[in-house]
C-alpha cells in the first residue's frame, strides 16, 4: 500500500447530491514517498498538513488513507 | 493587428429569477448592448456565445444559434466558447482575435448563465464536471472543497488568516451593496464573516461565490470604426489566455495559479504598462480565497502577502488599488457564463464614469482576470479609455 505526507486537506460540510448522507468527511492531497500527488479521502481521526498518511483501501478507484 | 474598442456594454441584472430561461435573459444582455453601441442585428458579424453548462443547467445545446438568431442576427458565425467559469472571458478573447485580426469588423460577445432551476447539490454536481472528475471530484470534492485545499495550503505557507478571507467578503458585499444589478445587496461585518455556516474548512458561506442567473453582452470594432457608433468607446490595451493542468493534484505548487501569471504577463506586454499602473481590477472572486492569490499572481503584491494587504483596506473603493467595485462574484453574483463579459461592462462603466454610487477616482486603466475551474484556463483584459 501507497505511503505519504498530507500535502493539504479539508472537511467537507456541503457536499455533492451523490456524497450528501456521509458528510462531514475529509478530503486530502497526498505527496507520495514514491513521487507524485494523489487525491484522497481520508478515514479515521482528522488529519493536517504534514501528517504521515498510508493507503488502507480503494472504493470505485477513489483511494482512502489514514493515519 | 488592429486596435480594437468595445463600442457597447449590456447586462441583465444577476440574481433568481425564476421566470426567465437562458435565451430571454441572454437576448436582453444582446439587446441592451446593440441599443448602447447603435448597432443594428443586422451589422453584426460573426457571434460568440460564453456558456458553461446550459445543456446540463437547462437543457439545452447549440446554444450560438439558438441565442443569435432570437436576437435577429441571421446567417453570420454563430460560435459557443465552453472554459469553466471563464467561458466568456475566452469567447471574448476569440471575439477581440477575429477583429484585431482584420476578419470581421463587427463581433458581438454574449456570456448566459442559469443556474438556479436546480437545487444547490446538483449545481455542485455540475460545476464539479469542470474539475478532474475520474480523481478529485470521484473522492468527494466540490469546488468549494478544492479552493478550501487552496486555502490550506496558502495558509500554512504564508500565514494568511481566517481575517483576511473574511475581509474580501466584507469589501466585496459594501461595493455590491451600492450595485443596483447586484445579486446580494446587503453589507456584512466581519464578525458576521467569519461565523459564517461550515462549506469545506477553512470556507464558510460568506467565502462563497453565489448561484446566479444572468447574462453580460459586449461589442467590439476595430478602434478606427468606433466613433461611427459611440462617443465613449473603450480600448482593449491588453489580452491573453492561458492554460494548466484540470486536477490540483497534477500542480507543483496549489497556492499560485501559473495560468493567471502567464496570461497577466502577455496582456501587460501588449499594454506596454506594468502591474504597479493598473488602477482599479475586476477579480475572480469564485471564493475568497482566490481574489487574495490573484492579486498576488498578476503582481500587485509579492507572493504571500495578498491577506494582509485585502485586510488592510488597500482594495477598497477608497484603498490604493480598488478591487471588485461591482461587489464581485461574491456579491454581485456569479452566473458562470457570464462572469467574464460582465467583468467587461463593469470596468467599462469605471472607464465611462457611468459607475454611479461606486464610482472612483482614478479609472482610466482597468484590468479584469478571469478564471476557469482551480485554474486551468485564465483570461487576463487590460480596457482603458479610447
Known amino acids: 500500500m ?22 462531514p468527511y475529509q478530503t486530502a492531497i497526498v505527496s507520495l514517498e514514491e513521487g507524485g500527488r494523489v487525491t484522497v479521502r481520508i478515514e479515521g481521526d482528522r488529519v ?18 489514514r493515519k | ?18 421566470n426567465r430561461d437562458l435565451r430571454s435573459l441572454a437576448v436582453e444582455a444582446g439587446e441592451k448592448a446593440l441599443h448602447n453601441a447603435n448597432v443594428r442585428p443586422d451589422q453584426i458579424e460573426s457571434f460568440y456565445l460564453g456558456n458553461f453548462a446550459g445543456p446540463s443547467f437547462a437543457g439545452q445545446n447549440h446554444l450560438a444559434p439558438y441565442v443569435s438568431t432570437a436576437l435577429g442576427i441571421e446567417g453570420v458565425p454563430s460560435t459557443r466558447i465552453e472554459a469553466a467559469c471563464a467561458s466568456s472571458g475566452s469567447a471574448f478573447f476569440h471575439g477581440w482575435a477575429e477583429v484585431a485580426a482584420g ?11 442559469k443556474m438556479t432551476s ?3 447539490a446538483r449545481v455542485s454536481e455540475i460545476l464539479a464536471e469542470a474539475g478532474d472528475c475520474a480523481g478529485e471530484m470521484k473522492a468527494g470534492n466540490t469546488f468549494a472543497s478544492l479552493f478550501a485545499m487552496i486555502a490550506r495550503r496558502h495558509m500554512y505557507d504564508y500565514g494568511t488568516k481566517k481575517e483576511h478571507l473574511a475581509a474580501v467578503a466584507v469589501k466585496n458585499h459594501a461595493n455590491g451593496a451600492l450595485n443596483p444589478d447586484a445579486h446580494m445587496r446587503k453589507p456584512i461585518t466581519l464578525e458576521q464573516a467569519m461565523k459564517g455556516k461550515p462549506i469545506a474548512d477553512p470556507l464558510n458561506i460568506y467565502d462563497c461565490s453565489l448561484i446566479s442567473d444572468g447574462a453580460a453582452a459586449v461589442i467590439l470594432a476595430p478602434l478606427e470604426r468606433a466613433h461611427e457608433f459611440t462617443q465613449k468607446p473603450i480600448r482593449v490595451l491588453g489580452i491573453s489566455q492561458a492554460s494548466d493542468y484540470v486536477a490540483l493534484d497534477q500542480k507543483e505548487d496549489i497556492t499560485t495559479f501559473p495560468a493567471v501569471r502567464r496570461a497577466a504577463q502577455k496582456a501587460y506586454q501588449m499594454a506596454g504598462v506594468a502591474a504597479q499602473d493598473i488602477e482599479f481590477a475586476e477579480i475572480h472572486d469564485c471564493f475568497t480565497i482566490a481574489e487574495i492569490i490573484a492579486i498576488e499572481d498578476l503582481g500587485f503584491v509579492k507572493k504571500g502577502e495578498g491577506g494582509p494587504f485585502s485586510f488592510e483596506g488597500n482594495t477598497a473603493r477608497t484603498g490604493k488599488l480598488p ?10 453574483g456569479h452566473p458562470v457564463g457570464a462572469t467574464g463579459v460582465a467583468q467587461l461592462c463593469d470596468l467599462a462603466l469605471q472607464i465611462r464614469c457611468e459607475a454611479g454610487e461606486r464610482q472612483i477616482p482614478r479609472h482610466s486603466l482597468g484590468l479584469a482576470q478571469n478564471l476557469g475551474g482551480s485554474g486551468a484556463t485564465c483570461v487576463v483584459s487590460i480596457l482603458g479609455a479610447a
Open chain 2, 1 to 18: 493587428m488592429r486596435p480594437v474598442a468595445i463600442i457597447g456594454i449590456g447586462k441583465t441584472p444577476f440574481g433568481a429569477f425564476p
Open chain 2, 103 to 113: 476578419i470581421n469588423d463587427i463581433v458581438m460577445v454574449v456570456g448566459v448563465e
Open chain 1, 2 to 23: 501507497r505511503a505519504g505526507t498530507v500535502y493539504t486537506e479539508t472537511v467537507i460540510y456541503s457536499a455533492p447530491e451523490a456524497f450528501a448522507a456521509e458528510a
Open chain 1, 48 to 65: 493536517t498538513i504534514g501528517d504521515k498518511v498510508t493507503e488502507t483501501e480503494s472504493h470505485d478507484g477513489v483511494p482512502f488513507f
Open chain 2, 323 to 332: 478591487v471588485n467595485t461591482s461587489g464581485g462574484l461574491k456579491s454581485k
Open chain 2, 118 to 120: 436546480q437545487s444547490t
